[in-house]
């Protein structure tokens, strides 16, 4: 691998910033006097510090949400999306200072940072064709003289829980922008680590015109979030991160009446057949493995492949991962970025060597990388297990780091048993040029996002973010038509009017059939 060298002063801020969270539209000091640190992970350097909101401002966020509900509630669909509309323009028209910003708190290189604010862009775009997705059924005539029709109404307050990896794309794609656009209101838990990415856009969301409370934003512990699990005006939670973390916000909130939607971990899987051509489905993997340094959920870190082709295979993805530079996140030639945290860093390396522990050939180790100028970064380079064993850590457990594991099978037969045995199933992907065999794997993988030949097979938003088994906990996924239903609930109304001729009746037409009046 390759490495950039760091350029003192630049991505860095000269002071730390105190932060403020946000309640009707107000950017409030923190009454608790307790800051979380925000770091820039490419120098190892503190930026900024967040609050840890104490309950009662947690609660003060509820009740600006809950009481801007009703006004937004009844504002026609057209003019909620109006706001979408503006604050999509704004977005664009700051796009390189989001980009900038997202870099330097959460380490992304520019070009990822930049596509992740994109991604908030497109989820906007949809949550402004709320007015078509909206609408609902009717039929009339349902019995004689008997119309019905179905609405989709909003429900209230939502709680959005988001994690470090995506600090546009997730909260400001795909929780905040179909929420408001269906008539609710929403108070965002944002991620401690990267909290000013979204605080920015909330900003621009506000410039647009977001009336009061609509919108509240706040930074606190889990102590504090869990408040929002059980708070009797909460109507629901769009939670992504931990699986553990996930099921328990799951089985809270459902408890308490709440409807969720909690994304959760992934460990992704290919399948590499004998006939896929190598050299361009080796240069996929490693854009799909290693994006991001490996952190989101929809990365591909194991590779299971035939035998009569693994080792040129792996052969190709150690030449190719060399290639590749790592570098601070503000470097222009970096195409891996450091982790977050320090602690993400730590985490990392000891699954590393786990990996060895437990009997995988390291062919690629990337512990040791040292950028000159940053060296206090959280880097960790492109590592490549091979020879990893079904039922190990390093190929059933979630890494979220730059790690790549290899597992070899005998044939297609084996390799996708191997990868229904994995918990997880965001994603999965087939590397071939059969197209029988590309069919089987679409109609047999667990997963629920699939990719023939396609490295990382998200969808459009116009499609949901559809994880299985421990990927996901609820019944409605986020984006696509299950984010609209999600967001919204079902009403019913039949109706009856009465002509001259219909008052002189005897008989009085119902659904279950004629009555004759007394």
């Known amino acids: 691998m390759q490495v950039a060298a760091g350029r003192p002063g630049v991505g860095r801020e000269e002071k730390v910033k105190q932060l403020r969270f946000c309640v009707n539209s107000e950017w409030r000091v923190s009454k608790s006097g307790k800051y979380m640190p925000v770091f820039n992970p490419s120098v190892g350097e ?17 009740a600006a949400a809950k009481e801007a509900f009703p006004a937004w509630s009844a504002t026609p669909v057209t003019v909620r999306t109006q706001v979408l509309f503006r604050f999509k323009a704004l977005v664009e028209q700051h796009l390189e200072e989001l980009t900038e910003l997202l870099a330097t708190e959460m380490g992304k290189c520019l070009g990822e940072a930049r596509g992740d604010v994109l991604k908030a862009v497109e989820g906007t775009e949809i949550a402004c064709a709320a007015p078509a997705l909206m609408q609902g059924d009717a039929l009339m005539q349902v019995s004689k003289g008997h119309d019905t029709v179905m609405y989709r109404e909003p429900l209230g307050v939502f709680a959005g829980i988001a994690p470090y990896n995506f600090p546009a794309m997730i909260p400001f794609g795909w929780m905040i922008p179909m929420c408001i656009a269906t008539g609710n209101t929403m108070v965002l838990k944002a991620a401690s680590l990267v909290p000013q990415t979204g605080m920015r856009m909330l900003e621009l969301l506000i410039e647009a015109g977001l009336p009061k409370g609509v919108v509240n934003l706040v930074t606190c512990s ?25 099921l328990h916000i799951y089985s809270t909130a459902a408890a308490n009446g709440k409807r969720v939607q909690a994304l959760t971990e992934a460990k992704n899987h290919a399948l590499v057949l004998k006939d896929a051509p190598l050299e361009r489905t080796a240069r996929g993997i490693i854009n799909s493995s290693f994006g991001c340094a490996g952190q989101r959920c929809m990365a591909l870190p194991v590779i299971v492949v035939e035998d009569a082709i693994a080792d040129e295979l792996v052969s190709y993805l ?27 860093k730590k985490f990392v390396m000891e699954r590393i060597a786990k990996g060895v522990e437990e009997g995988a050939e390291l062919v690629l180790d990337g512990k040791n990388v040292v950028v000159e100028g940053a060296e206090k970064g959280f880097y960790v380079g492109p590592t ?22 290899i597992k070899r099978v005998k044939d297609f037969e084996e390799g996708i048993e191997i990868m229904n045995a994995n918990r997880f199933a965001n994603g999965s992907c087939i590397f071939t040029q059969n197209g029988y065999f590309a069919r089987e794997f679409v109609r047999r993988t667990d997963a629920g996002m699939v990719g023939v030949n396609v490295g990382i097979p998200v969808p459009i938003g116009y499609f949901p973010f559809a994880g299985h088994k421990q990927s996901f906990f609820g019944d409605l996924h986020c984006l696509g038509k ?31 059939g004629t009555l004759t009046k007394e």
């Not at 504090?224 to 973390?245: C, N, Q, W």
């Not at 239903?485 to 037409?509: M, N, Q, Y």
């Open 46 to 62: 503190i930026i900024a510090e967040t609050p840890c909101c104490t309950v009662e401002e947690v609660n003060d966020a509820v």
């Open 222 to 246: 889990r102590s504090e979030a869990g408040l929002l699990m059980k708070h009797p005006d909460v109507r629901g939670i769009s939670y992504v991160g931990s699986t553990s973390v996930g």
């Open 318 to 344: 150690v030449r190719f991962a060399r290639e590749l530079v790592v570098g601070p996140a503000y470097d222009q030639r970096s195409q891996v970025g450091p982790l977050v945290s320090e602690g993400q």
């Open 384 to 405: 490549i297990l091979d020879r990893v064993k079904p039922g190990t850590s390093a190929g059933e457990d979630e890494i979220f780091g730059p790690v790549l594991s």
């Open 482 to 512: 299950d984010g609209v239903t999600f967001f919204t609930e079902a009403k019913c109304v039949t109706s009856r009017w009465f002509g001259e001729e219909d008052l002189k009746e005897t008989k009085i037409s119902t659904w279950e």
